[in-house]
């Protein structure tokens, strides 16, 4: 089993900033993409920024040029920088990977507990 451990979300004023972390650990054999989704009180959950073992990105619209994503392959981890927050990014976010077990070799995509994130006007 894989596991994801976030942590670096919290409550920040508007056009203040954020950093969230995601750390996998487990039985991990190679990790695919990473990245994350948010879910606001009501509604579905969605895709915030992904990216893949080779660094290709992708974010929802919503997001463009406020936040960041990366990771550190070698350390399993994947970073979300979020900048100039709106009120509207109030959310739990989820970290997600796209991790090979080592003990199956099948391809499962991992769930993190979720971090909320609270940006106040």
């Known amino acids: 089993q894989v596991q994801l451990v976030e942590s670096g979300g919290g409550s920040v004023q508007a056009g203040g900033s954020l950093r969230l972390s995601c750390a996998a650990s487990g039985s991990i054999f190679s990790i695919n993409a990473m990245g994350w989704y948010r879910q606001a009180s009501g509604k579905q959950r969605e895709l915030v920024a992904g990216?893949?073992?080779?660094?290709?990105?992708n974010y929802a619209d919503s997001v463009k040029g406020r936040f960041t994503i990366s990771r550190d392959n070698a350390k399993n981890t994947v970073h979300l920088q979020m900048n100039s927050l709106k009120p509207e990014d109030t959310a739990v976010y989820y970290c997600?990977?796209?991790?090979?077990?080592?003990?199956?070799?099948?391809?499962?995509?991992?769930w993190g507990q979720g971090t909320q994130v609270t940006v106040s006007s």
């Open positions: 997600y990977a796209d991790a090979r077990d080592a003990a199956t070799i099948r391809m499962v995509r991992s």
């Open positions: 990216i893949t073992r080779g660094g290709n990105t």
